[in-house]
């Protein structure tokens, strides 16, 4: 599987920005699909993620009630919006998938199977 992620870009505080994951080489509809973030000097920290169905989601405190993760496996794509965006948003934004048993979302960056190449987010105050 390969994940491709974009829509990263530079916004001012407050703003919004939806990142997008293609995947292609395999369907990932039955993958569970996390989004991770990683800012200098700090360890990749995971950020939202979404079971096969998208019936399930999970959040980071951090960004609850702002970011919204999706996907439409029609288009094998995962998306996340990001509103009211923060300075301390700021970061590269990776996203990953799981195929191995059991199948959920995990907050551990080591418990994905499959990582796209990252899209930075800037955020200026």
């Known amino acids: 599987v390969q994940l491709q992620a974009s829509g990263g870009g530079m916004v001012q505080t407050g703003g919004s920005l939806r990142l997008s994951c293609a995947a292609s080489?395999?369907?990932?509809?039955?993958?569970?699909m996390g989004w991770f973030r990683q800012s200098p000097g700090k360890e990749r920290e995971f950020v939202a993620g979404?079971?096969?169905?998208?019936?399930?989601?999970l959040y980071a405190d951090s960004v609850k009630g702002r970011f919204t993760i999706s996907r439409d496996n029609a288009k094998n794509t995962v998306y996340l919006q990001m509103n009211s965006l923060k300075p301390e948003d700021s970061a590269v934004y990776y996203c990953?998938?799981?195929?191995?048993?059991?199948?959920?979302?995990?907050?551990?960056?080591?418990?994905?199977?499959?990582w796209g190449q990252g899209t930075q987010v800037t955020v200026s105050s």
């Open positions: 990953a998938a799981r195929s191995r048993w059991p199948i959920v979302v995990r907050y551990e960056a080591g418990q994905y199977d499959y």
């Open positions: 080489g395999r369907t990932i509809g039955s993958y569970a």
């Open positions: 979404i079971n096969g169905s998208g019936g399930a989601t």
